[in-house]
């Protein structure tokens, strides 16, 4: 019998590692970042993805959205204190499988950003095109 069993578990192939089966693309959609929040909309879906931005990627991410930040406020003439103006980001990443992610579990996914393609401020056509899971609405 244990020679069944073992045979049987040859046969079987193992699952592939979670970054085998995680999709590494191109994904563009809009971002806020506010306290507890890293919000990431794809413009083709109305998920919630927690974003992470590791590694190399973290510093020069955070400090290109602080400086959008601030160009945001000077062009609007409104200060912003704990407020997040809508980013527009095209990137790179791993996309997570469904599951919950970030804080309490209120994202569907998370992406793990690997390069940066464009960031920038959206567009309000985008914001409203784009950020459609009515989680800051």
């Not at 980013?87 to 309490?104: M, P």
């Amino acid at each position: 019998m244990f020679e069944g069993v073992l045979a049987l578990a040859l046969l079987q192939p193992s699952a592939p590692p979670v970054e085998e089966r995680q999709a590494v693309r191109y994904y563009s959609g809009v971002y806020v970042s506010l306290f507890e929040t890293s919000l990431f909309e794809p413009c083709e879906s109305d998920q919630r993805w927690w974003l992470e931005a590791p590694g190399a990627v973290n510093r020069p991410f955070w400090q290109w959205m602080e400086e959008l930040r601030i160009e945001h406020e000077n062009q609007s003439g409104e200060a912003l204190g704990s407020a997040s103006p809508v980013y527009f980001l095209t990137a790179k990443g791993r996309v997570s499988e469904i599951g919950e992610y970030g804080l309490l579990g209120q994202y569907h996914r998370r992406f793990d950003l690997i390069e940066v393609i464009e960031f920038r401020l959206a567009s309000p056509q985008e914001h409203e095109q784009c950020l459609t899971s009515g989680y800051l609405k």
